[in-house]
């Protein structure tokens, strides 16, 4: 009896074992064959012998996740970008090596410098899935590649499990998923107990007023987790539309992408649009900024928040949209967010 129930234990270890190194993203024991394996949105295995500790990072959404992580240091080189677009003042106050330029910019999302990267020697690249002959390039190298494509929230909260195990942070990964569910799980909390028709929300892209977003983009996923509904009912993505479609729609407010050279007064004085219900009740809006609403990051609930409070305000009449961003800066860069609220 005894003899079977040690074959029955062995035999329960083992197929534990087995399961356990089938689960994605999944960091195996020292002296194994590799000890750090995630898949990335390609679908292409990534192994590494131990955690990340030379990372070149060309997605400006994930290298705020990177920050989050408290991986900073692990990063030696960045997208251009992060030097002359929008968040560059946010990443300066993050780590004084982008506010003084020390850090490597080999690329962006639309040009690459392979023969930097390599001299780089870097451990991990992190780029568009898209960029797929820098992709190849880099990998023809020898260097890991892991590809990004965020469509949904769920891929931001897979990004960031994935980064937690490339990083050796998957535990202070899993603490600001489970922090970002509880924030979701507020917002819905407040719905339930309200009786409103969902309000409709036609979205505005920088590039004009008839620019906007589609059912199946992340801005159709924000609108909806704000308990609101998406005036624009095309299955795509990004959609351009022709004005009299927006007159069919009438929606009853629009929500601009932040955008440094228009303002909800130019949207609101367009003479060919004053029909619209939005523009008769001034029910036009613009969110703050690029880097605390970034819908490809877990500051996603902020810009929900954001939303939620312009379209039910007396429903959402205790929510401080001033102290959630404080919070939510607070929490997810530590003692930088504070320097990030002046």
């Given amino acids: 009896m005894r003899a079977y129930r040690a074959v029955c234990i062995v035999l329960i270890v083992f197929f534990s074992a087995a399961y356990t190194s089938c689960r994605p993203g999944r960091v195996k024991p020292a002296g194994s064959a590799f000890a750090i394996q995630v898949s990335d949105f390609r679908n292409k295995e990534i192994t590494l012998t131990k955690p990340a500790g030379r990372i070149i990072c060309l997605i400006e959404s994930g290298l705020s996740g990177l920050y989050m992580l408290r991986a900073e240091k692990q990063v030696i080189g960045v997208s251009s970008g992060i030097y002359n677009e929008g968040a560059?003042?946010?990443?300066?106050?993050?780590?004084?090596?982008?506010?003084?330029?020390?850090?490597?910019?080999?690329?962006?999302?639309?040009?690459?410098?392979?023969?930097?990267?390599?001299?780089?020697?870097?451990?991990?690249?992190?780029?568009?899935?898209?960029?797929?002959?820098?992709?190849?390039?880099?990998?023809?190298?020898?260097i890991p590649v892991y590809g990004v494509f965020l469509k949904s929230f769920e891929d931001v909260y897979k990004e960031i499990r994935d980064f937690g195990t490339l990083t050796g942070t998957s535990q202070r990964a899993d603490s600001l998923i489970a922090l970002t569910k509880r924030e979701i799980g507020k917002l819905k909390s407040i719905q339930q107990s309200s009786n409103d028709k969902p309000k409709s929300v036609y979205f505005i892209w920088n590039q004009g007023l008839t620019e906007t977003a589609g059912t199946t983009s992340t801005v159709n996923e924000l609108i909806e987790l704000a308990g609101a509904k998406n005036s624009c009912t095309v299955s795509q993505e990004h959609v351009v539309i022709n004005k009299e479609r927006l007159f069919d729609w009438n929606p009853d407010l629009m929500v601009m992408w932040c955008n440094p050279s228009k303002s909800p007064k130019d949207i609101l004085s367009l003479s060919e649009i004053q029909p619209l219900k939005a523009i008769q009740d001034k029910q036009v809006y613009e969110l703050p900024s690029a880097f605390l609403c970034d819908l490809w990051t877990l500051k996603f609930p902020y810009a929900a928040k954001t939303i939620a409070k312009w379209c039910y305000s007396s429903i959402y009449a205790d929510l401080n949209l001033e102290d959630e961003k404080r919070e939510m800066l607070l929490e997810l860069y530590g003692e930088k967010g504070e320097k990030l609220l002046k």
């Fill in 88 to 142: 560059s003042a946010q990443y300066a106050v993050l780590d004084d090596r982008i506010k003084n330029k020390e850090l490597s910019a080999p690329g962006n999302w639309d040009f690459v410098s392979i023969e930097n990267i390599v001299t780089l020697q870097p451990d991990l690249v992190i780029i568009w899935a898209s960029q797929t002959e820098s992709i190849q390039s880099i990998e023809e190298h020898g």
